[in-house]
Structure formats: C-alpha cells, structure tokens
C-alpha cells in the first residue's frame, strides 16, 4: 500500500505546506473574502435600492445620505456598487464550475487512455482555440442573445479547453507513475484508478487556474455589459456602470466610472494573489 501514499496526498498536501512567507496568497484570500463579504451583505450595508430612481437628487456628490454620491438617474452608487459586485461575481464563478467539471473529466479521460477519445477531443479543442476567446464568447452571446444563462453557455463552451489541456497534459505525466502502474497490476479499475488516484494527483494545476480562469470572466462580463450584451438592466453590475458613467466624463463626474473600474481592479487583483499563491505551493510540492 506505500506504493499508493502519493495519490491520498494529492491537492491537500500543498495545503499542509501552508507558511507565513506565502504573503500573496494570504493578502489574496482578505481581498477576495472581503470583497465577496461586502456584497453578500449589501442589504445590511446600504439602506437604498440599487435600482430606485430619485429624480430630484441626479449627479450628487458625496454626503451623509448617500456615501458615494448619486448617478444620473438619482440612484445611489454604494448600492449599485455592491448589488453589482453580486451579480457580476455569481455569474463570474458559476461560470467557472461547468467548464472546470467538464474540462477536469475530458482531460483525464483523454491523458489516461490516450486514443481515438483524445485525439476526437482535442481536435474539437484545436477548433474552440483557433478563434480569440473574447471575439468567440462575444459572437455567442449575441446569437444566443444578452443575459445571464447566455454569458453562462458561452464561456462553458468555450472555457473548457484550458482545463481540458492542463489536466490532459499532467494525467499523461502521472500516468507513467509506478503508483499507477502498482494500481493496474493490482486489477483495480479504470473508473477508481481515475477518480481515486489521477484525479487528486492532477486537479491542483487546474485549480490554480481557475483563479485567473474567474478573472477572465470578470473581464468578459464587464465588457458585454459595457457594450450592452451583458446583465439585462435594471440588475445592476460594474460593466454596465462604467458604460453609463462614460458620457458624464466631460462635466467631472469621475467617481461613476473610476469607482466601477476599481471594484474590478481590487476584485481581479485579489484572485491574481490567490492564484500566485497556489502556484507556489504547487512549486513547492514539486
């Protein structure tokens, strides 16, 4: 049984590896945790609905009333900036999960038995890649038409191959194992071999990736919403304030696109030290 030990360690051995010299990793997870506890706890934070309008109270600065002042339309920008954070950070990890299920399986299936199966798969992969994935995702969701469940199925079908790829590449690795080869010799089956021990040997790489992976589609989704393809109105989300407060640059109404741009700036950066982060341990590991 010693010959397998390795395979029970898997992603959680680079947890046990934790130390306080990981800074990235430890600052990451604060921005990260407060960002999304901010916006979980919109309604204790903020007494206004992000999409009541005050007709009388349009373009107003900052006040003891409303804490970062008001839009153009008299809705208060704290609020719109923390239901929007909600929105666009659901969507953006959602959006992770199906491509990561799927991408997970295809790789370690293609990596472990090789074959027609990886060869079918990774032509279709070859075709997904050949466009640009911001051009791909947009042309889906203007076919399939603007809203959640269409940014949704659009970066599921597109995503996918990144993981698809990386798992691929490190199944193929831990294949050649003499663990695995113990495993086989023992009669124990593909189906355990894969979920038992390829899967806990291969999934860090794609977790790591997963981080940058819900940057990507925080960008996408604040670029749909920019050009009107995102979150349907009147839900609101960061793209679709920058959008609104664009036209208000000239008369100095900065904070109604800056504050929107930095949300995602923090948001973006806290995942980016996360991912930092695991990479490290992951460097560590090995």
Known sequence: ????TPTRNGVFSSLRKLHINNFRLYLGIFIV??????VMMAPYLTKFDPIEQDLMNTLQGRSAKHFLGTDNLGRDIWS????????????????VLAPFIIGTILGAICGYFSGWVDTLVMRIADVVVAFPFYVLVISLVFILGNGVSSIFIAISLVSWVAYARIVRGETMIVRSKEFIEAAQTGGISNRKIITRHIFPNVITQAVVYAMSDIILN????????????????????????????QQFLAGGYYSLTILPAIAVIITSLGLSFIGDGLAQLLRVKR
Do not use: C, K, N, Q
């Not at 049984?1 to 397998?4: G, I």
């Not at 719109?80 to 959006?95: I, K, N, P």
């Not at 989704?221 to 959008?243: E, N, Q």
């Open 1 to 4: 049984m010693s010959t397998l």
């Open 33 to 38: 945790l407060t960002v999304i506890a901010m």
């Open 80 to 95: 719109r900036l923390l239901y929007g954070g909600r929105a666009d950070l659901f969507l953006a990890s959602a959006a």
């Open 218 to 245: 925080i960008g996408v989704i604040v670029t749909l919403s920019y050009f009107g393809l995102g979150i349907i109105p009147p839900t609101p989300d960061w793209g679709r304030m920058i959008s609104e407060g």
